[in-house]
């Protein structure tokens, strides 16, 4: 798959599910309205969407939400999609999650052929960490993300950087992730979905949290790259890397090789765009994939050159939709 600026759609983001058992501040309202399940992909047909996509030529599939672990029976889509590492028809399947399940489900990721996942954490405080997600208790989820490093998973923490709410812990999250051989990935705050909070008062640049960092640690740029956003530098006195995406410092577009699907089945092609594709429809009409192709095929000649983001105390969110709609 090409897109019209000649880059390689090669990555799909598939949401499994809208629903999380958190409601970080700057991803989500406290009264979240959630889909209800007649909307939603089975299972089967997430299964079936992702081997068109992978026929198509995507090699990584990534699986987010909202929360992925909390979708019942989604083991059976892993292990399914697993298979199609195992037979090289893709090269890696991953997963994003808080880590509040994992527990109960690294030890199954990692025998369906997940070799490596991203978890949030944006505090090592307990009480901070649960005003920031309203009601996440930190103990569960750093037993989860103990039992994927026992798994023998690699773990790359993801920690949106919020002004006046975690800055003061980054030195102590890169030196966490140092001693127990984790990468870390500082993120922006996107203006995606109404939170009932002003975004310009949680948003903190990147290039400020880097030269912060660089007070205490030798950061060295490399040319690591995942096929994802960030840009990456080595600490030097860990050995571990640091990650950052700044979509709105630095629109990282040029390189874009992604595309997302959410769990109705809507395709957007990118992340800070409203132009979506149904791809429900030509997969409920048929037995047959060849309508599901085709409004692939279709949609990705409208992937659009980048995204809109902004922060701006006036401006509405870029997108109207929350990440947990999109998937992370």
């Given at each position: 798959?090409i897109d019209p600026f000649g880059r390689r759609v090669t990555?799909?983001?598939?949401?499994?599910?809208?629903?999380?058992?958190?409601?970080?501040?700057?991803?989500?309202?406290?009264?979240?309205?959630?889909?209800?399940?007649?909307?939603?992909?089975?299972?089967?047909?997430?299964?079936?969407?992702?081997?068109?996509?992978?026929?198509?030529?995507?090699?990584?599939?990534?699986?987010?939400?909202?929360?992925?672990?909390?979708?019942?029976?989604?083991?059976?889509?892993?292990?399914?999609?697993?298979g199609l590492v195992k037979s090289g028809d893709l090269d890696?399947?991953?997963?994003?999650?808080?880590?509040?399940?994992?527990?109960?489900?690294?030890?199954?990721?990692?025998?369906?052929?997940?070799?490596?996942?991203?978890?949030?954490?944006?505090?090592?405080?307990?009480?901070?960490?649960?005003?920031?997600?309203?009601?996440?208790?930190?103990?569960?989820?750093?037993?989860?993300?103990?039992?994927?490093?026992?798994?023998?998973?690699?773990?790359?923490?993801?920690?949106?950087?919020?002004?006046?709410?975690?800055?003061?812990?980054?030195?102590?999250?890169?030196?966490?992730?140092?001693?127990?051989?984790?990468?870390?990935?500082?993120?922006?705050?996107?203006?995606?979905?109404?939170?009932?909070?002003?975004?310009?008062?949680?948003?903190?640049?990147?290039?400020?949290?880097?030269?912060?960092?660089?007070?205490?640690?030798?950061?060295?740029?490399?040319?690591?790259?995942?096929?994802?956003?960030?840009?990456?530098?080595?600490?030097?006195?860990?050995?571990?890397?640091?990650?950052?995406?700044?979509?709105?410092?630095?629109?990282?577009?040029?390189?874009?090789?992604?595309?997302?699907?959410?769990?109705?089945?809507?395709?957007?092609?990118?992340?800070?765009?409203?132009?979506?594709?149904?791809?429900?429809?030509?997969?409920?009409?048929?037995?047959?994939?060849?309508?599901?192709?085709?409004?692939?095929?279709?949609?990705?000649?409208?992937?659009?050159?980048?995204?809109?983001?902004?922060?701006?105390?006036?401006?509405?969110?870029?997108?109207?939709?929350?990440?947990?709609?999109?998937?992370?």
């Amino acid at each position: 798959m090409i897109d019209p600026f000649g880059r390689r759609v090669t990555y799909l983001r598939v949401s499994v599910t809208d629903r999380c058992d958190l409601r970080c501040v700057y991803c989500m309202g406290e009264d979240m309205h959630f889909l209800p399940k007649a909307d939603i992909l089975s299972l089967e047909e997430l299964e079936r969407l992702c081997g068109a996509f992978v026929r198509a030529g995507v090699r990584k599939i990534r699986l987010t939400g909202g929360e992925p672990l909390v979708r019942r029976g989604i083991m059976s889509l892993v292990d399914n999609l697993g298979g199609l590492v195992k037979s090289g028809d893709l090269d890696e399947l991953t997963l994003t999650t808080n880590a509040t399940q994992l527990a109960k489900y690294a030890d199954g990721l990692a025998q369906a052929g997940v070799k490596r996942i991203n978890i949030s954490l944006d505090s090592l405080d307990p009480e901070r960490f649960q005003a920031i997600t309203r009601w996440g208790k930190l103990d569960q989820v750093i037993e989860g993300i103990m039992a994927a490093k026992a798994a023998g998973l690699a773990v790359k923490i993801n920690t949106v950087a919020l002004k006046d709410g975690n800055e003061d812990e980054h030195d102590h999250l890169v030196d966490w992730c140092g001693s127990h051989g984790f990468d870390l990935t500082f993120i922006e705050t996107m203006p995606m979905g109404e939170i009932h909070a002003d975004r310009t008062e949680q948003y903190l640049p990147l290039s400020l949290v880097r030269s912060r960092l660089e007070s205490r640690w030798t950061l060295t740029d490399i040319d690591y790259r995942t096929g994802g956003p960030a840009t990456y530098v080595r600490v030097e006195e860990t050995g571990r890397r640091i990650g950052f995406i700044t979509p709105l410092t630095h629109n990282f577009c040029e390189s874009c090789n992604r595309v997302r699907v959410t769990c109705t089945g809507t395709l957007y092609m990118c992340l800070g765009q409203n132009d979506a594709a149904d791809l429900r429809a030509p997969l409920r009409a048929s037995e047959s994939d060849h309508l599901l192709e085709a409004a692939i095929a279709e949609a990705i000649t409208r992937k659009p050159k980048g995204h809109d983001f902004i922060i701006d105390r006036n401006a509405h969110p870029a997108v109207s939709r929350h990440m947990s709609v999109t998937g992370g």
